[in-house]
């Protein structure tokens, strides 16, 4: 069965640092794999996919994620952080054999940036 | 803006009560999917549809849940005899034909039972 990890449920940073959020995801064939932003009482929104091609894919917002197969990892990036930035971050991921299907998630990480 | 809108947005009720929820995907999601999200969690997959067609059910969804989407269009999930444990945020998705890996998801429906 897929299994998604992130690891630390809380990060903070400072405006203008680096963000790093990590994900580690458990499967017998590499998934599909996305990371999903949540504002407070907000539905998710979708930063980045990899699907196939090009294992760093760049997103919305400056992010990026690198795939790494070796590792079965999809860490998420950002070079600077911005206040605006601060929001619930989930890593996803879905089987390819099902055109897609049902996401499985990760249990979050939220990410504070102060000033 | 996904184009994914759900009603209402917000649900208090009382135990032992019925709910239902609505979630309208645009007219071109031949896949509606329905997650939970409690409190500090990760989303958890409920069930999908594919056009009228319930494809699968997770074992969260107990005898008490039951969704439907007449004509493939529009989704409703009920809940029968409402219990505490179901508070939580119920999200739904929509999935385009032939864009099989992106989902859009609605506001969700925050639901407090009391």
């Known amino acids: 069965a897929q299994s998604v990890t992130q690891l630390g449920s809380h990060v903070s940073v400072s405006e203008g640092a680096l963000v790093l959020l990590r994900c580690n995801y458990s499967?017998?064939?590499?998934?599909?794999l996305f990371w999903y932003v949540q504002y407070p009482n907000q539905g998710l929104q979708l930063l980045l996919k990899y699907t196939t091609g090009a294992t760093l894919v760049k997103g919305i917002n400056g992010f990026e994620a690198e795939f790494k197969k070796s590792e079965t990892s999809f860490h998420l990036t950002k070079p600077s952080a911005h206040m605006s930035d601060a929001a619930e971050y989930f890593c996803?991921?879905?089987?390819?054999?099902?055109?897609?299907?049902?996401?499985?998630f990760g249990q979050g990480t939220e990410l504070s940036v102060k000033p | 803006d996904t184009g994914v809108s759900q009603d209402p947005r917000h649900k208090i009720t009382k135990r032992g009560q019925n709910v239902t929820f609505r979630c309208d995907p645009i007219s071109e999601h031949n896949r509606l999917y329905w997650y939970r999200q409690t409190l500090g969690q990760g989303p958890e997959f409920l069930t999908y549809?594919?056009?009228?067609?319930?494809?699968?059910k997770s074992r969260l969804l107990s005898d008490r849940f039951s969704a439907e989407r007449p004509k493939g269009s529009f989704s409703t999930l009920e809940i029968q005899r409402t219990e505490q444990g179901d508070s939580a945020m119920y999200l739904c998705a929509g999935q385009l034909a032939g864009v099989f890996y992106e989902q859009y998801f609605g506001p969700g429906t925050r639901l407090t039972v009391t």
């Open positions: 996803a991921v879905s089987d390819r054999g099902n055109q897609g299907g049902k996401l499985i």
């Open positions: 549809f594919q056009n009228e067609a319930q494809l699968e």
């Open positions: 499967s017998s064939v590499p998934p599909y």
